[in-house]
């Protein structure tokens, strides 16, 4: 890493994801990630006097699909993945630099055209399709399974709740909210066992406070969970970001940090938080890694890979 330093967010698990508010909309605008966000006009309002009510329209439906067996993680889980290729058609299809992030035999509009049991066949066929591909998507789809059996619960979730809404035109800072309001909720289920993977956000800001990142480090999460650690310090190294150099802000975007997440569907979770956050490229390298971080580096691994346990010194 030459003379940057290495930030190690040692810690236990988020127990309540984040909600971030950094400037990444006016910072990141234009390059590869899924949705460009909004200019700032000031200081944010809470997330639940702005869009509450999309995080109620979407878990409404979780109720519904309990009696199914489907708990409150694999509902997320197909979420992101609905999400995700909702957001990717919105960008092949836009009129200005449309942009065809996955195969069209993989496409959105392969799940509208779709009914009855076809529809669970092509569902499964995409998510298959998509598992094999490399980067980002590789890692959000990695091992993806279709957890509704019922063609017809499936068909309202993705024609009711997620194609009746334009993802693409809604600010990073929306979407990323919604995304963790959503975690935020699937980590107060007792049920679900997902409280292992999160974090306090006060133990979070007090460790990002001490650490004091900026855009000359490098931050790696070497038990990322869902991601809150790296993005608070995304959202930490971000301020100044007017007097930052094209190149620094390319590198927040798209190499500041690093995650590191054993559990596949964890990963995703983390992979799709960052990026709705504007951080890395929907058609770009992961920003997470799925494997165990005290494990010695892959052979693969190019030279931009990350040291697997980097120490941790404090600033000066």
Known sequence: MGSERSADLLGPRHLLPLRVGIQRRDLLRGRCQIGHGRPSTGERPSFRQRDHGLVDKLWSYCDVLRDDGVGVIEYTEQLTYLLFLKMAHERATRQLRPQQIVPREFSWQRLLGAQGDQLEVEYTRILTGLARRPGVIGTIFRKAQNRIQDPAKLKRLIVDLIDKENWSGTGTDIKGDAYEELLSKGASDKGSGAGQYFTPRALIQAIVDVIQPTVD??????????????????????????????VQRDKLRDSF???FELVDGTARLAAMNLLLHGMGAADGDSLIEVRDSSSPTPASAGPSSCPTRPSARSRP
Do not use: N
């Open 257 to 259: 940090v690093t995650g």
């Open 217 to 246: 480090d490098t931050v790696v999460d070497p038990a990322c969970g869902t991601g809150g650690f790296l993005l608070v310090a995304s959202e930490y190294a971000v301020q100044g970001a007017e007097s930052m150099t094209p």
